[in-house]
């Protein structure tokens, strides 16, 4: 079946450093892909989406490239912040089944000063 | 416009007890879903409403776990008896009709604990 795969955590980084939080899926078809993020006391947001291949989703600094061939959609961000700290999770729709979600275990990343 | 509100934010109970978690959709969205975080491992989907009916339970884990959505508007989920491994965090999320694949508006959960 359908699942999402992401690296886990945590992620420690200082300020300004460079984020890539790896997610690799196994679908059927080529659904959306979604990166969703969970500020510490919040609700899940949703940070971007693809919607087929080789785009690319880009939101408050971060990218993800909808990767066919690799199966990927790593997230990226140049320069993090300290309210860059949340959990990020890699998503994505099975196949037919309409706004249900799949979603990987989630990487908690921690940005110091 | 209000977003998806549940309650409580928090709900410690202890093993057998009886607990039962509130959603309350954005207005006028008739998707309605809950979803499961459990220590800290993947978000997993419970079950699907559209209005007031299931379209998918498959993600039920067992009897114990019961979901409400009379009227098609705010959503239960109740848990008799609770057990040990029912603690997580429960999230509503919901979105209007026909969406297909578009993102989910998500709640803040609700964190249960079962001592």
């Known amino acids: 079946g359908d699942s999402v795969t992401q690296m886990e955590g945590p992620v420690t980084l200082s300020e300004e450093a460079f984020l890539t939080i790896n997610c690799t899926y196994t679908?059927?078809?080529?659904?959306?892909l979604f990166w969703y993020v969970q500020y510490p006391g919040e609700g899940l947001q949703l940070l971007l989406k693809a919607t087929k291949a080789d785009d690319k989703g880009s939101n408050k600094g971060f990218e993800a490239t909808y990767r066919k061939e690799t199966t990927s959609f790593h997230l990226e961000k140049g320069s993090v912040q300290v309210s860059d700290s949340a959990v990020y999770f890699c998503a994505l729709p099975p196949y037919n089944q309409g706004g249900k979600l799949i979603f990987g275990q989630g990487t908690e990343l921690s940005v110091k000063p | 416009e209000a977003g998806v509100t549940q309650f409580p934010s928090h709900s410690v109970i202890e093993k057998g007890q009886t607990v039962t978690l509130r959603c309350d959709p954005i207005s006028g969205h008739d998707n309605l879903y809950w979803y499961r975080r459990v220590m800290g491992k993947e978000i997993k989907f419970l079950l699907h409403?559209?209005?007031?009916?299931?379209?998918?339970e498959s993600g039920m884990p067992n009897n114990r776990f019961l979901a409400e959505r009379t009227g098609g508007t705010y959503s239960t989920l109740k848990v008799q008896p609770a057990e040990l491994e029912d603690s997580g965090v429960y999230f509503c999320?919901?979105?209007?009709?026909?969406?297909?694949?578009?993102?989910?508006?998500f709640g803040n959960g609700t964190r249960l604990t079962v001592t």
């Open positions: 999320a919901s979105s209007s009709l026909g969406q297909g694949n578009s993102p989910l508006h």
């Open positions: 679908a059927t078809g080529y659904p959306s």
């Open positions: 409403f559209v209005k007031e009916s299931k379209q998918d």
